[in-house]
């Protein structure tokens, strides 16, 4: 089994930070999704610890070894970055031939992934007229090609149907049932909380939080009080984490409710709301990054943005997929 170690890592591109100071461990056994709103940091996370990045400080390793110094690294960490990491001319087929001749895969494998996923069908169409569900189920076969323990998966869901999410949930409980390490950013909130065991939330760089879904989800405490900031402090100097929410009440972690209570009448604060916080994964995550006046952070520092939406996986995209520079990279890695 192997975890994945993020340690300290920090990244600038030019004078942003995008990556300030970010530890984590994704365990194996668990599926793991990445959180934060666009341009937090999570795709530069994941190349830094595949090496398509380089941290300024700390370091990131897979069961121990930097991605680069793993034996066989196909058949270690499957990998999704890019849905249009494909050249356009080439079949499917074709496609997942190049990258299973790269790593000294049998043929027969090919055939396997293609009809796991989904895409028998569709093999010898030019990946250029795929739509975009159909080029992320390609992406998903090029990872599963060395049958590795370990998945990487950036935004995998996005341009799935539903049937296409249900399978992907399904493909992915599977692996990490089976002792695979299972790591997946995603903005499809509703998904993850049916998907997830822990989750990692960062925003602007920084880790908001981690742990076991549904640990997170009973471990805050809503606070609505006429004095928030005195109360804040009060809580944040008795170890508490204390941020503001989107209607202006206080998410509180890390102390007892009673202890709260107590503290603010001893403080002489009167308070109009004490509750256990049990909100939906969407609620808990717009509290999560929320900024000081109460709306979601949106960072745009060196990280391209995603929509998260959806999109038919039946038919062809209207314009066909740009020929992209990394594609051999990319094609490693897979």
């Known amino acids: 089994m ?5 340690d300290h890592i920090t990244k600038h591109y030019g004078k942003d930070v995008v990556v300030d100071d970010l530890t984590f461990t994704v365990e194996p056994a668990r599926v793991t999704c990445f959180l934060g709103p666009n341009g937090a940091g999570k795709s530069t996370t994941m190349k830094v610890l595949l090496d398509l990045a380089t941290a300024d400080h700390g370091r990131c390793t897979i069961g121990g070894l930097r991605y680069r110094d793993l034996p066989d690294p196909a058949r270690t960490v499957g990998v999704v970055l890019e849905p249009n990491a494909f050249h356009p001319a080439r079949s499917g087929r074709n496609h997942l031939r190049t990258i299973a001749d790269g790593a000294g895969i049998g043929r027969p494998r090919i055939e396997h992934v293609l009809d796991a996923v989904g895409l028998t069908h569709a093999a010898d169409r030019h990946v250029g007229g795929y739509s975009l569900g159909m080029r992320q189920r390609l992406g998903l076969a090029a990872a599963l090609l060395g049958d590795p323990p370990v998945l990487v998966l950036d935004e995998p869901g996005n341009g799935l ?3 296409g999410i249900r399978w992907l949930r399904d493909l992915l409980r599977e692996r990490a049932a089976s002792g695979g390490t299972v790591f ?3 903005h499809l909130l509703a998904e993850v909380e049916q998907l997830a065991d822990d989750v990692v939330v960062i925003n602007h760089g920084q880790l908001v939080t981690t742990g076991a879904l549904a640990s997170l989800q009973r471990s805050g405490t809503t606070v609505r009080t006429t004095a928030p900031e005195r ?6 100097r008795a170890g508490a984490t204390v941020h503001r929410g989107r209607d202006g009440e206080l998410v509180v972690r890390g102390m007892p409710i009673d202890e709260i209570g107590d503290r603010a009448h001893s ?3 009167a308070l109009h709301e004490l509750a256990a916080q049990a909100g939906s994964l969407e609620e808990l995550f717009l509290d999560w990054t929320s900024t000081g006046d109460g709306t979601a952070g ?7 943005t995603a929509d998260g939406g959806t999109a038919d996986e039946g038919t062809a995209s209207d314009a066909p997929a740009a020929e992209e520079t990394h594609t051999d990279r990319e094609a490693v890695l897979l």
């Open 2 to 6: 192997l975890p994945l170690t993020i």
């Open 161 to 163: 149907d539903p049937q």
């Open 184 to 186: 997946v950013s995603s």
């Open 231 to 236: 109360l804040t402090q009060i809580l944040e």
């Open 267 to 269: 403080a002489r604060i």
């Open 298 to 304: 949106d960072g745009t520092a060196g990280e391209g």
